[in-house]
């Protein structure tokens, strides 16, 4: 069985290949604002390293958010055209992916845009402040798995940057979601009350 995985959700994208139960490779580039123009040469290209072609893909993860407004939205929109080829197709939380293979009840954690962080405490995805955060954790010793840079209310706290592509970790996350976008928080295009 072949199965591959995307995710665009935050700067650095990734795509990971799956065969036979085995994770055999991935790609990873961090140009967030060409994500569009490189997910499927990049795919194709390691496709092409093990010898495979697109249409013998079993099936597919994407991961859907939280991360950038556009990275999500790029991200279910492959898994949706994926989908339109007959391909079976699975969502995932990026915060869930990212706490794949974690600690118990460790917390993950992502830069979220405004001064704040998106994070998975529990079963909640929280968009919220550092210092809010850090108030909620104060009494844990959670371990906090991280993306990107953890700002100062956070770097008390036991912590892990994790390396690992998001892609190669959504391949093994157990969850299934649709393929809708999970922003966590209402996107800064949403229009106000009343109208125009």
């Not at 994926?82 to 391909?87: D, T």
């Not at 993950?108 to 704040?116: H, Y």
């Not at 157990?174 to 009343?194: F, I, M, W």
């Amino acid at each position: 069985m072949v199965k591959v995985a995307v995710d665009l959700t935050l700067p650095e994208g990734s795509v990971a290949l799956e065969v036979n139960g085995e994770v055999v490779g991935c790609r990873c580039w961090n140009r967030p604002r060409l994500h569009a123009e490189i997910v499927y040469a990049e795919l194709l290209s390691l496709l092409k390293t093990f010898n495979l072609s697109p249409q013998e893909i079993d099936e597919c993860t994407v991961t859907t958010g939280p991360g950038s407004f556009t990275g999500v939205r790029l991200s279910v929109t492959v898994g949706k055209a994926f989908k339109a080829c007959g391909v079976k197709v699975r969502g995932v939380s990026t915060l869930s992916a990212l706490l794949t293979g974690a600690p118990e009840g460790a917390v993950a954690v992502i830069p979220a845009m405004r001064g704040k962080v998106y994070a998975r405490v529990g079963n909640r995805e929280l968009d919220i402040s550092p210092q809010e955060l850090a108030a909620q954790l104060e009494k844990s010793q959670r371990p906090l798995i991280y993306k990107g840079e953890l700002p100062p209310p956070l770097q008390t706290f036991p912590c892990v940057k994790d390396l690992t592509p998001l892609a190669v970790k959504a391949l093994l996350t157990a969850e299934s979601l649709p393929l809708t976008p999970n922003y966590v928080r209402d996107h800064d295009a949403k229009p106000q009350a009343g109208g125009l």
